[in-house]
């Protein structure tokens, strides 16, 4: 019938009978998912409840299609569908009635079923995996705990390594408050020594061409504390008493640093983080002992230099590890957060978009035109609404694909596209996006990984533009090697930031802003990929994210 053909605009499978039970409409999805569809009853037999309570010697009792014709009200429930013996499907069915006429649609969730039973393996083995772990429960904490000293012996080498670099004081405290400032994100870091129970600033990261250094003492519980050789950590609104208050509370980490069991200095580190500190305290403790005996430990840094070394290179191995783990652990995370996020909106822009579509059959039988017309006007923007809602929902399933774990063939052209259409909030009404796309193939690529990549490159772009500008997005192919280019008209970077920018932990953004990683693991994919990612810029001009991949 031509006035249930709205239907065929439904993603979902729509059926509809008659008074008498009879089949007088299918709509097109309905024709492909059920091409063997004769007639309502055996159609009827072929079906079941996903899980089904009742008791009845009436066979039809158990067809949900059966139960929703006969119902008086409106029905869902999970289903099953099965053909043939080696094929069984899933569906939500959700029936109305209008009329004479019962509607039936049949939404495909076939896919979430064979997740829910990958899920149930999966639990099955991560259950035998705790039996392991607790087999091997005592193993498992020797280990822990070794690579955790490992971990610690590395970074607190690091620094020993800067403290031990030069016999000159001034350069051994700056070179160790540089590396303190990095670790632990301070705004000002210092070495303020010890006498006649004052302190006096003696070295100051970083440095300033005009600083007013005075004597100064430390509240009277604090003093307390680092003369009893603690380590002193506290949220306050003061440096030291009589100084000038902050604007808001700061994390003041003071450590004290002693000789020959004499207090000679502290160290100072003063950040606007707020965290707790485990096992920094001993990191902290460790290097405060290092910088108080560094003159008399050069000589045996010295001949300790190759297991520095050695250390170092293991460090640089954690680093990248921690780093995978990161990115790992997030896209994880997105991926679950994506999927709850998907199942809560699809059920009710199901019901919205069947309102929406019941109520377009009805407008034209209103007498009266204004309201008709008001309506008509309404029920088009609702429509349009709806197909923008199912369109980021599609964009974000496609967006995150954790299940492709293996190369698979993409259109790069089109993950840009993708890519654009998620991130449309920073740019729209305010960034013009140029797409110069090359006639390109696909490729064998981590579509997911690339996606990552795109987003925290096109992403660093809208944020490097103040106010309006243009992101020019270029691709071509030559043999066996895809070029991305991704130029925006923002600030730029200095030429002295340049070369940091992939590295882990380092950001041109403010402190809390950016962490430093976006870029870190953009590179690490690309390098995944067998390709590599560079960096052109110019202040005042823009910055160029070049991206070559190898295709075989």
Known sequence: MKKFDIFNKFRDAVIILNGTGDAVYKNHTFKRWFPDFSDMKKFSHNTNFDFCPLDSENIENYSPVYNARISKEDFFARISYQHDKNKLQYFDLYSTKRGNYTVFFFSDISAEAELNSLLNRNKKLNEQVVILENQNNDLMKIKQK???????????????????????????LNLALKELSVMFGTFKAYY??????????AEVYPKKSETNFEEFVFEDDVMETILAGGISVQHVLKEYKKSDSFKQPVMRIVVPVFHMQNIIGVIVLLSYQRRELNEELEILEAISSQLGNAIVMAELYNKNAQTVLQLQNTLKELKETQLHLINSEKMASLGQLVAGVVHEINTPIASIKSNNAILSKFIPKIHDEEISSILADINEIDREAIMRISHMVTSLKK???????????????????????????????????????????QIKCYPN??????????VNACQAIEGAGTITITTSYTPKTLTVSVKDTGKGIEKSEINKIFTAGYTTKGVGVGTGLGLAISAKIIEKHKGKIIANSEVGVGTEFVITIRSE
């Not at 070794?146 to 051994?172: C, E, G, P």
């Not at 303020?192 to 600033?201: E, P, Q, R």
């Not at 990984?449 to 490159?457: A, D, H, R, Y």
């Open 399 to 441: 967006f995150v694909r954790l299940d492709e774990a293996e190369l698979q063939e993409a259109d790069i052209n089109k993950e840009l596209d993708l890519t654009l259409d998620l991130i449309r909030h920073e740019t729209k009404n305010r960034i013009k996006v140029v797409k110069n796309y090359g006639e390109i193939p």
């Open 146 to 172: 070794a690579q955790s000293q490992a971990i610690r012996i590395a970074l607190i080498n690091k620094v020993s390594n800067i403290i031990r670099s030069s016999m000159d004081v001034s350069v051994v």
């Open 449 to 458: 990984m690339l996606n990552q990549v795109f987003t925290n490159v096109l």
């Open 192 to 201: 303020a020594s010890y006498s006649d129970k004052v302190f006096d600033i």
